[in-house]
């Protein structure tokens, strides 16, 4: 009745012919009521391995796990931290103890109820050293965990630790189902049982997880009934089954994005989506090595390569530069950093400052008669890397310096070289975490063979900020410290921050409701719906 | 001859577990960690789980202790649990098998029937119009690049004509479909798998056919044959083709290991769960479990082929059935 009122004060003040056009818009989104029924087929290059949630490490496990289960906290749409499970809580002792409220009346798949005694359990499979879970180190910060009524969760923290909160997006799983079991090994794996809104159907091995809608979700039934998820490891038959409808929704290469999909066939049929994506890629030096070290180098570096022209050509601009370690749409993020501009000519002098120049006249920059020559190492099978590293090895040839590539198998380039840090420049990326820490990757205590700051990075400033905001809770002041390591991490140039390439996923038309935003289009996915006459599967 | 084939059987024991040693040892010399894959430069993973991950595994201890330990598991039958998702190898490699058989199977039944007539007429109708244009057809689908072949029939039958489907092994409403709807789905699905696994194999059986073929058309008692009077059609089936078939048959006991292995690429494009995959799969995470049984498995066929073979060559040449005999 309300909103009756007030939208016919807002017809009153306006033309006739607008309120015409206004109405016709109204009584079409009146009819688009929600409709539930019909299936979405998505595609996936690997099989899922284990769906006991907190085994999950691979992509395909941690895509059926998220609509399977529920952690206690989630992201929303703006990677703002929201209740899941959890109704609400309370940080308490300084960032010490974090006091969970549950939320009533929630229950599992098979109709067993949803306690406390359930978070307790995870948290003890999550520390327990016989369990194979890559996720136990934030648990093992946990001191004592408590569950004073069945809906109450008391965790108290040897020390004030922010991303603990994030942590607690972790999947729940059922107690009454795994008690007595090994999780290694567990048939739950293979069937498992959440509180999410889909439940396990069918899986075949390398060929389909089958997943049908949840009636009795806390958060609302979901309106599409069944998710297919196939696996198809071949992009080229994905892009195919795209055309003949096989598959309603993939995740695009830029080429397919602006070339491929151009056609009235993929424009009628499918909506195309584009938002910032969670990793960013870079080239980082060694800096164990002499010529790296001296920051005139690595700057004469960040100037020598054109940035710009390598999102224009590789990503045909479906990426943005990046300045600093952190996702680019995120509160941590300082867009005040500049990106350092192409100028050769700039790198040229720094070069000259540091005692590199071409003193014999062959095209080649030399200091003491040595010329300057190295090699970036690249992951095998990302075109994208190979083909960026080859921009860059021209940009370079420019100002003197010789660069050789070298394509190596990920655990090869992993154990052989970057562990034992055998290299003098290597092309990667991070996929970042939606929580800015990233202590593991550029505080000085994380240099060892195996540890994530093999490029050996230090700067006492930053290690103090890190610790910091470790222990800060307040979002706006953790804000300025991230803000602050951007902007010195980016002052020593470590490395050279390249791109971060956008998310380009693509959906069938007949899905409605489907919007991106910067955690991306997923996040309301049980709010997508089909229309009754365009719905395609029964 | 029961004797003989106990001999045989007896002396591929050791060469067996030769097999498994070497293997074991080599693909523990491959860089890297069953743990990398997912857990490598992941930040969310941490160090100290990563170490926690790899005792787990047993991967501290050394590896001619590993090696014990499967062999002593092996001889038991027991395959070991998979790394990657902990289920036993047998069962892994057991629901990959069929869909691999049933392609393979009926790939090879096409090789041979088309193969092999083409062989004959290729010999028959030496240098003329037809052998030239069989030979270039059978080497053209040698030559040409599998994936590539079947991307261009892919885009060509199922999406200008939208005759078949693109990928897969079945519908998606598989379940809802009749007995007789089920078969005809899966024969859909199937058709261009087989024909395109089949177009690359032709040559080498077409040509062995021929071969064999022109070697025999020039003997001397097709010669007779003709001389006889026999109708050029009794000369070449009922005499050429009887003889020339023959080595030609041991072919298949060389191809029972083929029988269960296949091809990463292949699979991958029309997204086939079947043994290649598995293979693939398995080496790319270093699940040193599942690459280790089929080996064992893939090793067992060979022999097994290599011994039928050899029995075969037996049963169609009486020369080394003689020269064995005087062997033992």
Known sequence: MCVVGRWSLVVSKIPLAMLAVFFLCLSSALAETPEYGDAIVVASIGDARSLVPILASDSASSDICGLVFNGLVKYDKNIDIVGDLAKDWEITDGGRRIIFHLKKGVRWHDGAPFTSRDVRFTYNKLVDPKVKTPYGSDFGRIESLDTPDDHTVVVNYKEPFSPALSSWGMWIMPEHLLKDKDLNSAPFGRRPVGTGPYKFKSWKTGEKIELASNPDYFDGAPYIGRYIYRIIPDDATIFLELQTGGVDSSVLTPLQFTRQTDTPSFRSRYNKFRYPGFGYTYMGYNLSDGRFRDIRVRRAIDHAVNKEEIVRTVFFSLGRVITGPFIFDSWAYNKSVAPAPYDPSRAKELLKDAGWYDADGDGWIEKDGVEFEFTILINQGNNERLRSAEMIQNYLKAVGMRVKIRTLEWSALINDFINKRKFDAVLMGWFLPRDPDCYDIWHSSRTREGQFNFIGYGNGEVDKLLEEGRRTFDQEERALIYKKIHSLINADSPCLFLYSPDALPIVSKRFRGVEASPIGIGYNFTKWYVPKEEQKYK | ?328
């Open chain 2, 1 to 328: 001859m029961f004797k003989y084939i106990f001999r045989k059987a007896v002396g591929l024991i050791p060469v067996f577990f030769g097999i498994t040693l070497i293997s074991f040892f080599v693909i523990h010399l491959a860089p890297g960690k069953p743990t990398d894959l997912n857990t490598a430069l992941n930040p969310k993973v941490s160090y100290e789980s990563r170490e926690r991950l790899e005792r787990l595994y047993g991967l501290d201890r050394p590896v001619y202790e590993q090696y014990a330990s499967w062999l002593k598991r092996f001889v038991m039958f027991d395959f070991g649990r998979s790394f990657i998702d902990d289920r036993p190898v047998s069962e892994r490699i057991l629901e990959r098998i069929p869909v691999t058989l049933g392609i393979n199977i009926s790939s090879m039944l096409l090789i041979f029937g088309i193969g092999l007539p083409l062989g004959v007429l290729a010999a028959v109708k030496r240098n003329r119009i037809v052998d030239r244009f069989s030979t270039v057809f059978v080497f053209a689908g040698f030559s040409a690049p599998e994936f590539w072949v079947a991307l261009l029939a892919m885009s060509f039958f199922c999406i200008t004509l939208g005759w078949l489907p693109v990928s897969g092994i079945k519908s998606l409403d598989f379940e809802c479909l009749t007995m007789g709807g089920k078969i005809l789905d899966v024969a859909r699905h199937m058709v261009l798998p087989v024909c395109i696994a089949a177009f690359g194999s032709l040559a080498g059986i077409s040509r062995y056919m021929r071969s064999s073929m022109i070697g025999i058309m020039d003997l001397d008692f097709i010669r007779a044959a003709r001389a006889k009077g026999l109708s050029e059609r009794a000369v070449i089936f009922r005499h050429a083709v009887k003889n020339a078939i023959l080595p030609v048959v041991t072919i298949i006991g060389l191809s029972v290991p083929g029988l269960i292995g296949g091809s990463v690429i292949f699979e991958s494009i029309f997204a086939i769960p079947g043994m290649g995959r598995l293979f693939y799969d398995s080496v790319m995470a270093r699940d040193y479990p599942t690459i280790m049984g089929i080996l064992s498995v893939g090793a067992i066929l060979t022999l097994f082929g290599n011994l039928l073979a050899d029995l075969l060559y037996h049963a169609a040449d009486p020369r080394i059935r003689v020269e064995e005999s005087r062997k033992l």
